[in-house]
C-alpha cells in the first residue's frame, strides 16, 4: 500500500470523511484554518477568533492580573485578533470572552481543567525558563492511574504513581516523594496543570534529580477521585473539606503509604520518604508531618502557613503547636523547605509560620518568590524541590 | 483540628479564596450557580448558559442528526435555557452556539476531546444500557501511561496499558487486547470518549470478559504522542496519515508486542493475542493480520471493511488481497468480527468485503447495528468483542 502524500486541505477533507460528527467549528476550519494562539519569534502571541455576530471579545489569561482582560479588533470577516506580549516562556491557560460568555479558542484543541473552577485553553511559549515542561526525546517514566482500597475513608479511590526511566528495566528500589495538589483541585492536577512527570523526567534525565518514585492522590477525603470521572462513586467534594478534618491526613498514612510500599519496589523508612504539596496540600503536608515526626525525611510546605481559616468557617485545633514543633525539630528531618510567592494571599500566614519556627529554633530553608498563587510558582516549587531530595 | 461543615455558598468562597485566577465564569456561579447540564428523572435534560447580549443560542450534541442544533430560549437575565429528550442512557458530547460561536458549557467542567476534531461538554445519562460507562465501586484495573521505544518508526512514543483487577496482587499471567483508534484521533481516544478502562472493569467484575490486558496505541506513525502534550516530540499528524502507509503495522508487531511481552506478565502465541480497532484502526487491522496471519487469534474489524480510499488520495494495493485471505484462512483464526452500523457512511465498503471472504469461504462473525460512524457504536462493540476473546 501506497500513501499519496496529502496536503493540508486533503488532510481535512480526510478529518471530515472519517469522523461522522465533526462539529460546526470546522465549517470555518475547512476553507480557511484560523490559527490561534500564533506564536511569532519574538514570543509575541496572536490570538484568533471568528465571531461575526459579536459586539465585543475579550481575550483573558492568567499573565494577566486577576480578572483582567484585553480587547480584540474585528476584522471585515467578523474574524477578531489580538497581538500581546512578548510573553516569558511558561504554561499559560487563556480563553476569550465573546460578548463575556466565556469561550475556549476553538482553534486550539489542548484544554487543562482546574479542579471545579474551570477549563482553559493551553498557550505554551517555549524557552529558557520553561524547558522542564517539554517533553523531550529520550528515556520516560511511567504513570500509573492507580485504584486503591482506603479502609480509613471506607472508598476505593484513584491516585497517580509515576515510577521513573528505568523503572520497568531494573530491579532497583526507588525513594518515594509524595506530591499534593491544592484546594478544590484533585488528583489529575500535578499530571496536569502541574506537568509533574515531564518536570520529573527532564529533572532525572538531566541527572538534576534522583529517580524517584511520585505519588499524586486525591486530597478531598470524601472524594473517590476527579468528580468528572466519577457519577457514580463518592464525590461530594467541590474542594475545601480536606482542609481541616485530618481524614485525609490520616489516610495517607494509613492506606497510601502502606500501598506504595507493597506495590511497588520501594526504599522504605524516613530517609527514603519525601512530602510536600501546595496550599490545601500545604496544610496536610504540616499536619501530616506534626502528627507523625518520624514518616519523612524531606518536607516542603508551598504556599501555606500558620493561617487563620476561621473566614472560612475552619477552626483549627492549634493548642498543640508547641509540642508538634518541638516533636518534629527532636525528629530533625533532613530538609523542612517553605515556599511562598511575593504577592500570595497566603504569604502573612507564613510570616506567622517562620516566626513560631524562628522562636522554637526549628530549621528550615525559606523560598521566597515572585508571584502568588499559582501553578506557575508550584511548577517551580517542584522544579527546585526534588532536586533536594534522597542525597 | 475540626471542620465546621460548611454550606454550598461557604464553599464557593473557599473555592474563590484559594486560588488566584478564578476566570470569569464565577462571578455568576457566586451568587446563584448555574446548573447544567440538569437530568430529570424521565431522563429530560435542561441546559442552561447565561449570555444576556447574544442574540441566539443553540444547542449542539451528538444525539442529534449531524451539524443540528436545536434553538434555546432567553430568559429576562439572559439566561438562555431548553429542555430536550428523553435521552436514552449514553454518554453523549455537546456545545452551544452563542451567535454561532461553539462554547462549552460554563456549568460543566467534564470535557473530552475527539482528536483534532474539537472538544465537546460531557453529558451522561445514567441507566439501564449505559451501565458499563460507570467507575463503579469494587476492584480495578490500572491505567498506565507508558513511553517506549519505537525503533521502527525512530520514535520514543506513548501507549495506555491497562492491566486487570488483580494483576498487581496476583502472579498471574495475562492475554493482551490491542485496541486501535480511529483517523485525527490518538491513543487518548480509548481511555476517554471509549471509556475502555471501566468498560473493562465491569466486564472483568461481572465475569463477562477474562481478565486481560488492554494495550491502547497511537496508530498515526509520525506522531510520538497526542499532539496536545507533545509541543516538541514529532506530531506532525493532524490524522489520516496512518491509513495506507503500513508503517504503524509494522511497528504494532516489531515495537510494540514485544514491548508488552517483556515488561509485563503477559500470555504470549497466537491463542493468547486479540487485535481489534475501529475506522483507520480497522484498516490498521485487515492490514496486520493479512502481514501477519500467525499473530492473533481474535481479531475484530470495526466500522472499516475493504474501502475505496483513492477519493482521499490514499491508493491501496489490493493485488494481493486473495493470496492474504487464503492464508489468513487457512491461519483459522478463532473469531474474526465484523462490525458495522446500518447508517455508516462506510457501510458499502464492509459489503464490499463480506463478498469477497464469503467468494473466499472465510468464516467469519457479522454484526450489524443500528447508528453510523459513532462512539456509540465503537463502546458497544467493545463491550461485545471483549467477551469473546481467551475462551
Same mark, same amino acid.
Given at each position: 500500500m501506497k500513501l499519496v502524500r496529502n496536503t493540508p486541505a486533503l488532510r481535512v477533507t480526510l478529518l471530515l470523511a472519517f469522523t461522522?460528527?465533526?462539529? !460546526?467549528?470546522f465549517a470555518q476550519f475547512q476553507r480557511n484554518p484560523i490559527i490561534s494562539p500564533e506564536i511569532d519569534q519574538d514570543n509575541k502571541v496572536t490570538f484568533r477568533i471568528l465571531a461575526p455576530k459579536a459586539d465585543e471579545v475579550r481575550l483573558t489569561g492568567?499573565? &494577566?492580573? !486577576? &480578572?483582567q482582560s484585553e480587547p480584540m479588533m474585528k476584522g471585515d470577516t467578523g474574524l477578531w485578533t489580538v497581538t500581546i506580549g512578548p510573553l516569558a516562556p511558561e504554561l499559560y491557560g487563556y480563553s476569550f470572552l465573546v460578548d463575556g460568555v466565556n469561550t475556549l479558542d476553538p482553534s486550539n484543541k489542548s484544554i487543562w481543567r482546574d479542579g471545579a473552577f474551570r477549563v482553559e485553553s493551553i498557550l505554551f511559549v517555549r524557552g529558557a525558563g520553561a524547558e522542564l515542561y517539554e517533553p523531550m526525546t529520550g528515556p520516560k517514566g511511567t504513570l500509573h492511574k492507580v485504584w486503591y482500597a482506603s479502609p480509613t475513608l471506607d472508598l476505593t479511590r484513584r491516585m497517580y504513581v509515576y515510577t521513573p526511566p528505568g523503572y520497568e528495566d531494573s530491579k532497583e528500589s526507588y525513594p518515594v516523594l509524595y506530591l499534593l495538589h491544592g484546594g478544590g483541585g484533585d488528583e489529575d492536577a500535578w499530571t496536569t496543570l502541574g506537568v509533574a512527570p515531564t518536570i520529573m523526567d527532564n529533572l532525572i534525565n538531566a541527572g538534576k534529580a534522583k529517580p524517584m518514585i511520585v505519588v499524586m492522590t486525591n486530597g478531598n477525603p470524601d472524594q473517590a477521585a476527579a468528580f468528572t470521572d466519577s457519577p457514580v462513586l463518592p464525590n461530594p467534594s467541590q474542594g475545601g473539606v480536606g482542609m481541616a478534618n485530618m481524614k485525609f491526613e490520616q489516610s495517607l498514612v494509613k492506606d497510601v503509604i502502606p500501598y506504595i510500599e507493597s506495590h511497588y519496589r520501594v526504599k522504605t523508612g524516613k530517609t527514603n520518604r519525601a512530602l510536600t504539596g501546595l496550599s490545601m496540600g500545604g496544610l496536610q503536608t504540616q499536619n501530616t508531618t506534626f502528627m507523625h515526626p518520624e514518616l519523612f525525611d524531606y518536607i516542603g510546605v508551598m504556599s501555606m502557613g500558620f493561617a487563620d481559616l476561621s473566614r472560612f468557617g475552619i477552626k483549627t485545633d492549634d493548642s498543640q503547636r508547641a509540642e508538634q514543633i518541638a516533636a518534629l525539630k527532636t525528629a530533625h528531618p533532613k530538609v523542612y523547605w517553605i515556599a511562598i510567592g511575593k504577592d500570595d494571599f497566603l504569604y502573612e500566614s507564613v510570616v506567622t509560620m517562620r516566626k513560631a519556627l524562628d522562636e522554637a529554633g526549628f530549621p528550615y530553608t525559606y523560598r521566597e518568590s515572585t508571584g502568588g498563587h499559582t501553578w506557575t510558582n508550584w511548577r517551580i516549587y517542584l522544579s527546585e524541590f526534588a532536586p533536594m531530595l534522597f542525597k
Open positions: 461522522l460528527t465533526v462539529g !460546526f467549528a492568567n499573565w &494577566m492580573p !486577576f &480578572m
